[in-house]
Structures are given as structure tokens and as C-alpha cells.
């Protein structure tokens, strides 16, 4: 088994760093959500009407 690791030691880094991106770019979405926080923009969005973001706004 750590003749495997050591074997693909780069793959399992890239990874592992690949999965901490994707981790971090999860958590901010959430917690920029959780803040109020929408999308970037309604402008081109198709469903802008019915955005809950917008919905608030309009209050």
C-alpha cells in the first residue's frame, strides 16, 4: 500500500488540493447565501423573476 502512495504521490497531492478548492469555493457559497447574498447577477439570468434574491429586494 505506501509503495502505491509513493508510486502516484503527485496525483493524490493534486487531489487533495483539487478537493480543498472545490471544499472552499462550497463553504463561501453557503455562507454567502446564508448572508442574504445571491447570485452575481440577474441581468442575464433567465430566471431572474423568480429569484428569491430579488423577491426579498422588492420587499
Same mark, same amino acid.
Given at each position: 500500500? #505506501?509503495?502505491?502512495?509513493?508510486? /502516484? ?7 487533495? *488540493? !483539487? ?5 472552499? !469555493? !462550497?463553504?463561501?457559497? *453557503? ?13 442575464? @439570468? #433567465?430566471?431572474?423573476?423568480? @429569484?428569491?434574491?430579488?423577491? /426579498?429586494?422588492?420587499?
Amino acid at each position: 500500500m #505506501p509503495d502505491t502512495v509513493m508510486a /502516484n504521490l503527485m496525483t493524490v497531492i493534486v487531489a487533495a *488540493v !483539487i478537493a480543498v478548492a472545490v471544499g472552499l !469555493i !462550497i463553504f463561501n457559497m *453557503v455562507k454567502n447565501r446564508k448572508k442574504g447574498g445571491g447570485c452575481a447577477s440577474c441581468g442575464g @439570468c #433567465p430566471h431572474a423573476g423568480a @429569484c428569491h434574491y430579488n423577491a /426579498n429586494r422588492d420587499r
